[in-house]
């Protein structure tokens, strides 16, 4: 294998990482607090799309970035506010923020569909480390949202095992009533990882299209929403395990368009659903109900709490 | 007592009402500095609401709270923790996936960012110590023990600096030798300058372990004491008033019992009957038995009773040979379990919760898989059978959950009662339901048992806990069932009820069904068994006749002692 290949599929893949791992680490955050948002990928494309307006009408990356964890801050808040204040189905409240974030992307994103927006987080070589043969070109010649994601991954295993709020975090998803008697808001924490949570995915969502595929189309972050919620289960709510299960996906999503030039008979869908097949296989094996596995999932996930129902 | 000294904490007039039900009315209850001031009642009496009330869960409708000479508003449980009150819940507010110096420390006032284990681990090491509170800071909680989860919890509000600390019926959860040892802290504490609240229904315990006690009865305050005068008699004129209950069965001259069973003092009715603990009241009755006196009676008596035995029960029509069987984790929950039980008999099974008395009820409805051994009704191999098999042998299962297992509380009275026996031409006809039929049935079930329902037509989860356990064992033994097993079948029911599960259950074994009879409490199970095996950790100790054996030794076996047979 050519060395220029194993570049572009180590990049490739790191970047593809980066578009799913901000909604990853996000949905950590949000389900060790007992909150599972399945709406991931409405708000990834809400994400995507308000960043990428910002793009090509004012032609301002920070502007674009503001707006993003705007929009991903007030969806977060109307996701709290139905699953932790009207303590709502969380399986419904998250598909009604799908349909709502795809939707409603794609009626906002009409004008710039298609649009080319000429700007877009552009690789900056670091000096010294690039230099570094294979793995210099292939992980240090990214764009900043890349490399923010390798200060935010070691920061997010800090904060949840050796800090206090982090600790208060792994007890908050499960067993709520404990930190209500110890007079912590389990309300108002809740409401902050959830929030937190949906700005990550929707940074996740401007990942794609200022970063990574670099235009709008409806629906165009095609399942990484899901790739996402797939991961936090196969990482057993742990960032770091995240990571490599979101190099691997991206690993073999390149590695397919790759094998493909190869075996030319193969219709290129059977390729472009690898991720996807893989996803499954690893969700099966890490959470499937085999005897003697204790699931690792936040005992009060999903459940919401109700003070006077204790 | 300590009257010279001002209480620290007083409760005045207190009043909570949940919709038309009245928890707490006009309570008055003052606590001490030094003292361990228990709370007695039956379920339902209002001592949780009104010490979560003190613990600011709950906010009272009127009255007020004075702690350390100040009218105080409790809004939170965070005020309630800024006093310095605290409470270890009956189920424990622990967060298995931490440390057990995670989970102190969740609770402590510290706020610095990064944390400090080393210093947090040696911190309570120190407190440990002190208390004589045993427990390891580094391991997590899921690694422990009941008895040591509960010391973490002590250790918890230690750690904030509690000077009130609430214990809801801590001794629940702990074999005898456990509880004592839990006691002696307290005292430790209470000695210490703390004021102990103990929330309890066992009148012994409170007895011998208090110095003041308190008794609730439908939400007032009925009755209170210092323990130095407190007795049987007074307590449970205090708990239950003067209700008159249902006779023993044991001591009721029945047809096949000869008369002189009657005048004989039975096993769980030793010496200090001069006392008259009422017999209706198993769980007092035994309690005059202290440990350090073995039943007197029991002697006398044994031979007596090995020959109305001998009447009652017919052959051994239940077998367990060798039989092991997984928890839901895949964890080994029973470890070659043998076992038999005759027609007519009450088995019993004693055991500190959680010791395997669920996998075994299950293995024997047919709900668990069999690892390992046989299971044998009447000549018959049921391991691999299917449920559905179970039940068409006649086998009744009371599970623990009577409302989630046993019921589906969103159907109806007369939906519930045909949930095993749907597909019988009494109930459908080409797949449609014979609603008059099961109307006529359901009638009947209500009068017999006397089960007291809103309609026919409303969910059972609408009903008392009472008259769903009476309709749960009104459907399970409506087909005359040969083998019966209850788990904690009076658990949760005021004394009234509880007495007519206790009834249906001696009935059944009249009628010649073998009883599997699974219970915490060692005195309901010295009232209602003719034998008793005791569980610890999945293994069968061992098994005794009741009458040959006492509440010590059963003890010891459910801390995990094991001993020669006698």
Redesign the interface.
């Known amino acids: 294998m050519s060395t220029t290949l194993l570049i572009s599929i180590i990049s490739t893949a790191v970047v593809y990482a980066a578009t799913v791992l901000y909604a990853a680490v996000g949905e950590i955050f949000s389900q060790r607090a007992g909150i599972m948002n399945l709406g991931l990928e409405g708000i990834m494309l809400m994400g995507a799309v308000s960043g990428y307006m910002v793009a090509v009408y004012r032609q301002n990356l920070v502007l674009a970035m503001l707006v993003v964890i705007l929009v991903g801050a007030a969806l977060g808040l109307v996701f709290s506010f139905l699953t932790v204040t009207m303590q709502a189905d969380q399986t419904v409240s998250g598909m009604a923020m799908l349909t709502f974030g795809t939707g409603l992307s794609g009626f906002l994103g009409k004008g710039v569909s298609g649009v080319n927006a000429n700007l877009a987080f552009e690789p900056i070589a670091i000096p010294g480390l690039s230099r570094i043969p294979i793995l210099g070109p292939s992980l240090f010649n990214q764009n900043i949202l890349v490399y923010l994601i390798y200060v935010i991954i070691p920061l997010s295993m800090i904060y949840l095992y050796?800090?206090?709020?982090g600790?208060?975090l792994?007890?908050l998803g499960?067993?709520p009533?404990?930190?209500?008697?110890?007079?912590?808001n389990v309300f108002a924490l809740r409401y902050a990882y959830v929030t937190f949570g949906s700005i990550m995915t929707a940074v996740s969502g401007a990942v794609v299209s200022l970063a990574y595929t670099n235009f709008w189309s409806d629906g165009m972050t095609s399942g990484k929403g899901w790739i996402a919620v797939a991961l936090v289960v196969f990482s057993a709510w742990n960032p770091l395990t995240a990571t490599f299960g979101a190099l691997l996906f991206g690993a073999i999503s390149i590695i397919g368009i790759d094998v493909q030039t190869v075996f030319p008979q193969v219709p290129s869908q059977v390729f472009s659903a690898l991720p996807y097949v893989a996803t499954i296989i690893a969700l099966i094996f890490t959470t499937g109900n085999f005897?003697?596995?204790?699931s690792a999932a936040p005992?009060a996930l999903t459940i919401p709490y109700d003070?006077e129902k204790? | 007592m300590k009257k010279e000294i001002d209480p620290v904490l007083q409760m005045r007039h207190i009043t909570k009402t949940f919709g038309s039900v009245t928890a707490n009315r006009d309570v008055d209850l003052s606590v001490y500095p030094g003292e361990i001031h228990a709370l007695l009642g039956e379920n339902g009496a209002g001592k949780s609401t009104l010490m979560n009330i003190l613990?600011g869960?709950y906010r009272p409708d009127g009255g007020e709270i004075w702690y350390k000479g100040q009218k105080r508003d409790i809004h939170?449980?965070?005020d309630a923790?800024?006093l310095g009150i605290g409470?270890v819940?009956q189920h424990f507010?622990?967060?298995?996936?931490?440390t057990v110096a995670?989970n102190v420390?969740?609770?402590s006032g510290k706020?610095?960012?990064?944390?400090n284990r080393d210093k947090m681990e040696k911190e309570i090491r120190e407190c440990s110590e002190q208390y004589n509170l045993q427990v390891a800071p580094e391991a997590y909680v899921w690694q422990l023990s009941v008895g040591e989860q509960q010391r973490v919890e002590i250790i918890k509000l230690l750690n904030q600096g509690a000077e009130v600390l609430i214990l809801d019926e801590p001794s629940a959860v702990l074999t005898p030798q456990e509880a004592q040892s839990m006691f002696d802290t307290l005292r430790k504490m209470a000695d210490s300058g703390k004021a102990v609240i103990v929330i309890s229904h066992k009148m012994n315990e409170v007895m011998k372990n208090a110095d003041r006690i308190t008794v609730l009865k439908n939400g007032r305050v009925e009755d209170t004491m210092p323990a130095s005068e407190a007795d049987v008699e007074r307590l449970t004129r205090g708990i239950v008033g003067v209700r008159t209950l249902p006779e023993h069965d044991k001591e009721q001259p029945s047809p096949e019992e000869p008369a002189q069973a009657g005048q004989q003092p039975s096993p769980e009715e030793p010496a200090q009957a001069g006392q008259q603990p009422s017999p209706e009241e198993p769980a007092q009755a035994g309690q005059q038995i202290s440990p350090e006196e073995p039943a007197q009676g029991a002697q006398q008596t044994s031979t007596a009773m090995e020959e109305e035995k001998k009447h009652m029960c017919g052959e051994e029509i239940f077998f367990m040979e060798g039989v092991s069987a997984?928890n839901d984790?895949?964890?080994p929950a029973l470890k070659k379990i043998s076992l038999s039980v005759r027609a007519g008999e009450i088995f019993g099974i004693a055991g500190v919760a959680g010791n395997g008395q669920r996998e075994l009820s299950e293995v024997i409805a047919g709900l668990r898989p069999v690892t390992e051994g046989r299971v044998l009704l009447a000549g018959k191999d049921l391991s691999k059978a299917t449920v559905k098999q179970h039940i068409l042998e006649g086998i009744a299962f009371i599970p623990e959950d009577r409302l989630q297992t046993g019921l589906v509380p969103e159907l109806t009275f007369t939906e519930n009662i045909i949930l095993k026996s749907y597909e019988t031409d009494r109930y459908s006809r080409r797949g449609i339901l014979q609603k008059q039929n099961m109307r006529s049935d359901a009638e009947e079930y209500a009068g017999r048992f006397d089960i007291r329902h809103g309609g026919l037509d409303l969910p059972v989860g609408l009903m008392s806990g009472g008259n769903q356990q009476k309709l749960l064992f009104a459907r399970e033994v409506s087909g005359d069932p040969r083998l019966i097993t209850a788990t904690y079948p009076v658990r949760g029911l005021d004394i009234g009820a509880a007495e007519s599960i206790r009834g249906i259950l001696r009935e059944q074994s009249r009628k010649g069904a073998a009883v599997i009879f699974i219970s915490e409490e060692l005195e309901e199970i010295f009232a209602m068994c003719d034998r008793v095996g005791v569980l610890c950790d999945g293994e069968l100790m061992g098994i005794r006749t009741i009458g040959e054996t006492d509440f010590q030794e059963i003890g010891r076996m459910m801390s995990g002692e094991r001993e020669e047979t006698k």
């Open positions: 050796k800090t206090r709020p600790m208060i792994r007890a499960e067993n009533a404990a930190l209500d008697s110890a007079g912590y005897r003697g596995r204790r005992a003070r204790r | 613990t869960i939170s449980p965070k923790v800024a409470m819940h507010r622990l967060i298995p996936t931490l995670e420390y969740l609770y706020k610095s960012f990064f944390l997984q984790r895949g964890l």
